[in-house]
């Protein structure tokens, strides 16, 4: 999980650059959906996991749900992603108890 929430980080920190570097290209704040961005770097990849959702899940789950969190900007989705994965991979707290006094 540690791994999966450094590269989500690494991914968010990618595409938050790329938007960076357009919104200074066109003097305005321009941030990038990440369904544009999926549909730029690997379409049949999202065709693919648009036929699984819809198998699997059904018609309706594709399109408000998938459709409506893929036209979020793409760092901000990788970034949630990489809080997600860390908090499922942290170590556990180390329990208190009490601890016996040697005389």
């Known amino acids: ?14 595409l938050a650059i790329g938007d960076a570097a357009r919104s200074v290209a066109v003097a305005d704040w321009r941030v990038t959906p990440m369904i544009a961005s999926w ?7 999202l065709e693919a996991a648009q036929a699984w959702v819809i198998r699997w899940l059904g018609e ?12 979020l900007p793409g760092f901000l ?3 949630a992603m990489a809080v997600v994965f860390y908090a499922l991979g942290r170590s556990p707290a180390p ?6 006094r040697v005389a």
């Open 1 to 14: 999980m540690r791994l999966a929430a450094t590269l989500s980080l690494i991914l968010a920190l990618f």
């Open 39 to 45: 549909l730029e770097t690997a379409p049949a990849s």
């Open 60 to 71: 309706a789950a594709w399109d408000p749900a998938m459709v409506s969190l893929l036209a």
């Open 77 to 79: 989705l990788f970034a």
């Open 95 to 100: 329990k208190r108890g009490r601890i016996a």
